[in-house]
Every structure is written in C-alpha cells, then in structure tokens.
C-alpha cells in the first residue's frame, strides 16, 4: 500500500530527528514516500535521498518557504526544485539572514521579561541549522527551565501577538511561487486556514493565486484543520482544480498532535504533482 507524507520537518531546521532518522523512521512506519520541507533550507536533501536509498523509501525534494501576504505570514511548501537555482537561493538566503536578525531583539524582550537567555543554551539548541526559528529560543528557554513545552513558549511569549515577538523578512507569496515555478518547482500552500492565515487566503484569493500565478494546490488534510475545514478546503480545491495534499508537518518531538504520517495525499494527486514536476524539467 502506498503511503505518502509530503511535509516534514528534521533538525536542519526546527525538527528535532536528525534527517537519516526521520527517513528511517518513516520506513519503520510504512511510508512509501516522503518530503523533507525544512524551512528555507534545502540543506538536508542530499541526506534524505541517500537515506531513501538504504531505507528503501522514495523520497520527494521540498522545502517550506516562508512568505507573507499583505503582511500576514503564509507558508508554501515547494516540490522537486532545482536546488541550484541561482534567484531561489538569493531570496531564501534573504529569509535566513531575517531569521538570525531578529534574534537578538527577541532575546532582549525575554530579558525584560525576566527570562534572560544563555547564548551557549542557544547555540546548543540550534547546533549547525542554518534556518533558525522561534523553536529553538522555545527550546532554550524550556532548558532554562522558564517554561515547559514549545506549545508554551509560543501561547505566552513567542506568537505573533506575544511580548517577546519580533517580525522577520520573509518573502512575498505571489514571488514565492514564482520562484518556485521558475526553478522548475510545484508550489502548494501549506496548512492555508491555520488559525492565522484563513481569514487572508479565501476562496477569491486562492482563485486569483491560480489565475495569475498558476499556484499548484493547497494542504487540506492537516492536523491545524478540523473536519469541516478540510470538506471546506476539499470543495474549494475541487472548484478551483488545485492538488489537495494531506501531510503530517511532522517536527519530531517539536510538536505534539502531529505523528510522522498522521495525514497523507492520496495517490492520484501524489501522481499529478510528479507529472508537473516532470513536465517542466
Ligand atoms: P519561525 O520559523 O521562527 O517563524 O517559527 C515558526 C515555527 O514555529 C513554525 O514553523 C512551527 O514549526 C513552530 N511553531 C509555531 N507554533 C507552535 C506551537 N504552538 N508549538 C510548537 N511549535 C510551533
Ligand atoms: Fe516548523
Ligand atoms: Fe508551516
Ligand atoms: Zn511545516
């Protein structure tokens, strides 16, 4: 039987499994095929192919590319890329480089908040990533024993509308997709109605991105959506002819409620979004 969980995360960036593992564990648990959709980073894919090899387990190149719409911040996840791409690799440099600006004045806001942060405990908690996120200060801080769980660090200090938020550059999603698609990509949004992003991306958005950018499709199946979400979505992707994914958004032990292949695509959009990929190479 096939099986196919194509977004998850290892500890190139906020995971926790280093990549190997995360490709071995998806063996042991059945998957027939996996993405690696590190956020900004295609620093893992090389390991994830090798270790598809000896798993036996197809393994899908990815990332999660972090953009924004009107302001408000969008995930899209990118397949079968090329890596190389010159334009690609300059926009997500730009988002790794906002990703280690804004850490400073997060960590002086934990430090008025009376939780001041060890810059060795950081250090540690990222190790090599080269995509650092709010994750890890969250990791930093349960180390420092100030709080419990990432889940806690985000609800009281670390989201959005927290007091020890601080916003970072990320790309625009319309050039995301362009990016994407210039590189020989497939670009498909992730989890689109989380709790931030659905009042941003409604049905006229997502058609408009289809018309003009020739977005590819959309994440229903995912653990931020209830059941009548993901009919909602389902409808909408079945209205508008864009690919409809399911995935795990699997970080290891970085979060909980999202077990490796807890959701997965269904085999003939699976197939579909490797004909696009193949079409344009
Ligand atoms: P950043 O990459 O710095 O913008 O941080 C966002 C990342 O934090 C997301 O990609 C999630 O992986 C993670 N995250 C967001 N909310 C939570 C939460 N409540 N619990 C655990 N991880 C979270
Ligand atoms: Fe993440
Ligand atoms: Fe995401
Ligand atoms: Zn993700």
């Known amino acids: 039987m096939t099986r196919i969980d194509l977004h998850t995360h290892s500890a190139v960036s906020d995971g926790t499994d280093p990549v190997a593992q995360l490709v071995e564990k998806a063996a042991q648990l059945g998957l027939t095929t996996l993405a690696l959709t590190d956020h900004d980073t295609f620093a893992g894919l090389d390991e994830a192919f090798a270790a598809g090899i000896e798993y036996g387990v197809q393994v899908v190149g990815g990332f999660e590319f972090s953009t924004q719409l009107g302001g408000v911040s969008v995930h899209l996840l990118g397949y079968g890329m090329d890596v190389n791409s010159v334009s690609l690799n300059a926009e997500l440099s730009k988002n790794r480089a906002g990703r280690k600006d804004r850490i400073p004045a997060m960590l002086a806001k934990l430090a008025q908040l009376g939780m001041p942060i060890d810059s060795q405990i950081l250090a540690e908690q990222v190790g090599d990533s080269p995509s650092v996120g709010r994750p890890h200060i969250a990791d930093a801080m349960i180390k420092q024993g100030y709080i419990e ?99 795990s958004d699997y970080h290891g032990l970085g979060k909980t409620n999202h077990d490796l292949g807890c959701n997965t695509t269904a085999v003939e959009v699976f197939d579909e979004l490797m004909a696009r990929i193949a079409d344009k190479h």
């Open 149 to 247: 769980s990432r889940r806690e660090a985000f609800e009281k200090y670390l989201g959005a509308s927290g007091p020890a938020y601080v916003s970072r550059y990320s790309t625009p999603l319309t050039k995301a997709i362009d990016l994407i698609h210039q590189s020989a990509g497939v670009a498909v949004i992730a989890h689109p109605w989380s709790r931030e992003t659905k009042p941003a991306l409604d049905e006229q958005t997502l058609a408009w991105l289809v018309q003009e950018y020739q977005l590819d499709g959309i994440e229903v199946d995912h653990q931020d959506h209830d059941a009548q979400t993901r009919s909602e979505l389902g409808k909408i992707a079945g209205r508008l002819g864009l690919l409809a994914t399911g995935s």
